[in-house]
């Protein structure tokens, strides 16, 4: 079974504290996504990464970065959070390098970030 | 313009009862992928079904079915005999070339299965 496991299910931050989200995959997949899932919003890609230290802006990635030094670690980084960042926040994997067709991705357990 | 929609936002059934989710997509690419997740109370989305443009066999899982209709675009998805453990929001999403092979996800079905 795939397993993508997220650091903290819940986490309360104040505004203009640097956040880090960070998401491990244990079934060697080289993609890796972070999405943002807000009421009547629906899932918004943030950004995602087809390789250690490679990444690509999703449909949303002003006010965040990302970082992947290894293959199954993906960070997402709030470089100083705003109370518009409270959200819950999904980390996904897939199998196959450069995002393939219809490569199957596989979520996280969420972790629902508030920013006061 | 939304590629996926899920036009029933909440919808409550009396357990045992079927539901069906309905899926509507748009794509101009000929090859594509269409998928359902279920999102439980915990929050993780877990992975259901995936069907490529060329497979329109309609597929059952045990009390799920999937119904490929290319001709109207729809990919719908129906729960037999649902029970409590169902309540969940449900999701479809499409990958295509047009989109960069990037799932585009519905709004999503909220799902309330009534004891």
């Known amino acids: 079974d795939v397993k993508v496991t997220q650091s903290s299910r819940y986490l309360v931050k104040r505004t203009g504290e640097k956040v880090f989200l960070e998401c491990v995959q244990d079934m060697d997949h080289e993609n890796m996504f972070w999405y943002r899932q807000d009421p009547g919003l629906g899932l918004r890609l943030i950004y995602f990464s087809y390789d250690v230290k490679m990444k690509e802006k999703g449909d949303i990635p002003e006010g965040y970065s990302v970082s992947r030094e290894k293959k199954e670690r993906f960070s997402l980084i709030l470089e100083s959070a705003s109370t518009n960042q409270t959200s819950m926040y999904l980390c996904?994997?897939?199998?196959?390098?450069?995002?393939?067709?219809?490569?199957?991705?596989?979520f996280g357990p969420g972790t629902r970030l508030t920013v006061l | 313009a939304q590629k996926v929609t899920q036009a029933q936002t909440e919808i409550s059934v009396v357990e045992k009862e079927d539901v069906t989710l309905d899926c509507v997509y748009e794509?101009?690419?000929?090859?594509?992928?269409l998928f359902w997740y279920k999102q439980p109370p915990s929050g993780e989305l877990v992975f259901l079904i995936r069907?490529?443009?060329?497979?329109?066999q309609n597929e059952i899982s045990g009390r799920y079915s999937w119904n490929f209709q290319k001709s109207t675009s729809s990919f719908n998805f129906t729960i037999t005999a649902s029970q409590v453990v169902d309540s969940a929001v449900y999701f479809c999403?499409?990958?295509?070339?047009?989109?960069?092979?990037?799932?585009?996800f519905g709004k999503g079905n909220q799902v309330v299965v009534i004891p």
């Open positions: 999403a499409l990958s295509d070339h047009y989109g960069n092979n990037r799932l585009a």
């Open positions: 996904a994997s897939s199998l196959s390098g450069s995002l393939p067709l219809g490569d199957t991705q596989y």
């Open positions: 069907r490529n443009s060329f497979d329109e």
């Open positions: 794509t101009r690419d000929t090859t594509y992928y």
